[in-house]
């Protein structure tokens, strides 16, 4: 009976194989991905680029770049697609570069995102609850870690979209008085938002999931949520998440794939449509980026362990896209 049962384990091993034997769709062509410097982007983006070469396709050394410059590059055609389109959040980018004359958004790879502002647990408990509570300066200074009076707010950093969100609303809600929206390297500005926390101090800070902050900083537990009032013209940045208004939409990410190429490649466009990735799974790939497997040969061998682990569903994209036509 094990016997068997290995000889069957090995014919539909074979099986498999055969699926993508004669997948040759993409035989002799080149695909140039774009992607951002976020490792959790990467680690969707090598995902992908496994699946690409099941297909046939080489994958050209990925470039790399902001938010806006990716739109553009998708737009003009010095790059085949980018993963790392967030529907909500880019909006303005994609239109920017050219919209649907130029690109098309394929799929939803992540579903479920959210992102906004949280504060530390003790400050929450004793009523700090809204974004405009910081319009108080007595409240903005416990959260005053230069010393200015303002409160630091360990914010967005430039280009990733979500800056611009984060300062209409300082404009919009009247905080520009009373807090100081920091910028830069978003990693570090977190490092120093924890050392605080587990000092005692009170904190506030703009994040999203999925990201290793919120492994660390956990939403009720350590840390919650607050609520921000809407402006009018920008609806949809708003949503209900447990009750409250994150100020930024539940988001999304789509492949932003060149239209060109996509009716040169419509098999590329069957792929793309049919993938998906849980958004927890984003979130544990950030938490091992953090713990210290962060090189890029970390990268892709966490790619290669996620397919291992959802090998059919891997397996069903990939023949999905070979039969399209």
Not at 89 to 111: D, Q
Not at 290 to 304: L, T
Request: aromatic share 10%; proline share 3%; with cysteine.
């Amino acid at each position: 009976m094990y016997k068997k049962s290995l000889i069957a384990a090995a014919m539909l091993a074979l099986a498999a194989g055969a699926a993508h034997a004669d997948c040759t769709v993409g035989a002799g062509k080149r695909i140039t991905p774009i992607e951002p410097g976020s490792l959790v982007e990467k680690f969707f983006h090598n995902i992908a680029y496994r699946a690409l070469e099941k297909m046939g396709y080489e994958i050209a050394t990925p470039e790399e770049a902001e938010y806006a410059t990716i739109h553009i590059a998708v737009a003009n055609g010095d790059a085949e697609f980018t993963a790392s389109h967030w529907n909500v959040l880019h909006k303005a980018l994609f239109e920017e570069a050219g919209g649907t004359e130029k690109m098309t958004r394929v799929g939803n790879l992540i579903t479920g995102a959210v992102q906004g502002y949280l504060v530390d647990k003790k400050s929450y408990d004793a009523g700090i609850r809204h974004l405009t509570d910081f319009k108080d300066k007595d409240v903005a200074a416990k959260f005053d870690s230069d010393r200015d009076g303002k409160a630091d707010l360990a914010g967005c950093g430039p280009g990733w979209g979500c800056e611009a969100v984060i300062e209409r609303h300082l404009t919009e809600l009247g905080l520009r008085d009373t807090v100081t929206h920091n910028q830069g390297a978003y990693d570090a500005m977190m490092a120093d938002v924890i050392a605080r926390y587990k000092n005692g101090s009170p904190i506030v800070y703009f994040t999203w999931v999925p990201y290793w902050v919120s492994g660390v900083l956990v939403p009720g537990k350590d840390v919650e949520w607050i609520d921000v009032p809407k402006i009018k013209g920008d609806e949809a940045l708003y949503t209900d998440f447990e009750g409250k208004n994150l100020g930024f939409g539940i988001d999304y990410a789509s492949f932003l794939v060149n239209n060109k190429f996509l009716e040169e490649n419509p098999q590329v466009g069957t792929l793309f449509e049919s993938m998906s990735i849980d958004v927890n799974d984003g979130s544990a790939e950030a938490q091992r980026q953090q713990e210290g497997e962060s090189r890029i040969e970390d990268v892709r061998r966490h790619a290669d362990e996620w397919i291992a682990a959802h090998q059919t569903e891997f397996d069903g994209w990939v023949d999905k896209a070979c039969a399209a036509r």
